[in-house]
Every structure is written in C-alpha cells, then in structure tokens.
T-cell receptor, first 115, second 113 residues
Framework: AQTVTQSQPEMSVQEAETVTLSCTYD???????LFWYKQPPSRQMILVIR??????QNATENRFSVNFQKAAKSFSLKISDSQLGDAAMYFC????????????FGAGTRLTVKP | KAGVTQTPRYLIKTRGQQVTLSCSPI?????VSWYQQTPGQGLQFLFE???????NKGNFPGRFSGRQFSNSRSEMNVSTLELGDSALYLC????????????FGPGTRLTVT
C-alpha cells in the first residue's frame, strides 16, 4: 500500500523568506504522480504543484518549486518570497499512474506566515 | 466556468439516521471522487465514479455508497450514521484521464450527534 508522510505538523516563516515543507512516500510503483495541495481556512483545496515521477526535472510554479528525489522517495515543497496569503494547510499527495483518482494524502503541514 | 459545488454545506444528523450529499462537477468533467477529512484520520479516499460507474473504491464499510448520474452529478450516501462519521466530505472532479487534474469542491461539513 502506498503511504505518504509529512513529518512537520506545523511550520512558520517570516514574510518574504523561504520555507521548505517535507514529504516522503512509500510505493513499489515506478510511475506515479505527486502533488502538493493547499487548503486555506476557507477549506477549498487548491492544487499548488505536481510532479510526474518519470520526469527528472523538478516542477516549478512561480514561487513554488519541488525537490523530487525518486530514489529517496522524497518530495519537498519550497515556497520562496513567502506571502501572507500562503498561510494554509499543505498536503502532499500521491497517485499511481492510470485511470484512477485514488489519491493518498499525508497528514498535512500547517504553515503560518508572520508579517 | 463554474467550479465544483457541493450541497448542503453543513448538515447535522443524529446517530442511526442516513444522509445524502451531493456534488456537481465542473461542466465537461466525467470523474467525481469523494474524500473524507477528519482531524484523526486526515484525508481518506472513499470512491471514484466515472461515466456512472464506480471505478475505484477506498477502504470504507458498505454503509458508505455513492452513485453518479448521466449529467455526471454524484451523490454520496451514508446509512446508519455513527459519531465517527462526523467529518468534512470533499468531492473532486476531473476529466477522468490519467493525466488530468482534480478540482475540489468546498466540502460538506457533517456533524453526527
């Protein structure tokens, strides 16, 4: 079974600084997707960034980038130039490739941004 | 394009009752997935429907069931409610292909007393 672990229940960062959220996962599959989702206090889950396992290049979306280490089964999220609007719960998620939307989520990391 | 909508947003039920939650996907999306979110267990996958057929199923008891209509709208039903069923129920829709992104709705907060 695939599991996703986020070892940091809470993190805080000063506005304009950089923070890295950690995620590890366990799978026997070789082809899969990894995601970071953001859930602000309003509760609507928003996709931040995704990575396809067969792509070695780390995904980047504006201020958000990942460090994908396939052999180590590690998938961390780096937020640069943190903004107050980045404050939210962040979930790491895994989905195996194929016609399925069975996503496995980590427990989440609550990010606080200090002004 | 309108986003994923879920009704009702809040619900209070009593133990032993049953409940039906509704999810309307983004227009054109054929896949609807349901997730349960609780403080203790986090986000857990319930099931996925694609073109009116259940395509994937999580590890939940048979009290949890769902269906999807021809317009892709989906309903989730929980029978014989237990206190532990109190949760935020999220649905997500996608086009349904292996590379397609899921879009989440705002959720239905179910409280069982």
């Amino acid at each position: 079974a695939q599991t996703v672990t986020q070892s940091q229940p809470e993190m805080s960062v000063q506005e304009a600084e950089t923070v890295t959220l950690s995620c590890t996962y366990d799978t026997s599959e070789s082809d899969y997707y990894l995601f970071w989702y953001k859930q602000p206090p309003s509760r609507q889950m928003i996709l931040v960034i995704r990575q396809e396992a067969y792509k070695q290049q780390n995904a980047t979306e504006n201020r958000f980038s990942v460090n994908f280490q396939k052999a180590a089964k590690s998938f961390s999220l780096k937020i640069s130039d943190s903004q107050l609007g980045d404050a939210a719960m962040y979930f790491c998620a895994y989905r195996r490739r194929g016609n399925n939307n069975d996503m496995r989520f980590g427990a989440g990391t609550r990010l606080t941004v200090k002004p | 394009k309108a986003g994923v909508t879920q009704t009702p947003r809040y619900l209070i039920k009593t133990r032993g009752q049953q409940v039906t939650l509704s999810c309307s996907p983004i227009s054109g999306h054929r896949s609807v997935s349901w997730y349960q979110q609780t403080p203790g267990q986090g986000l857990q996958f319930l099931f996925e429907y694609f073109s009116e057929t259940q395509r994937n199923k999580g590890n939940f008891p048979g009290r949890f069931s769902g269906r999807q209509f021809s317009n892709s709208r989906s309903e989730m039903n929980v029978s014989t409610l237990e206190l532990g069923d109190s949760a935020l129920y999220l649905c997500a829709s996608s086009l349904g292909g292996p590379n397609d992104e899921q879009y989440f709705g705002p959720g239905t907060r179910l409280t069982v007393t």
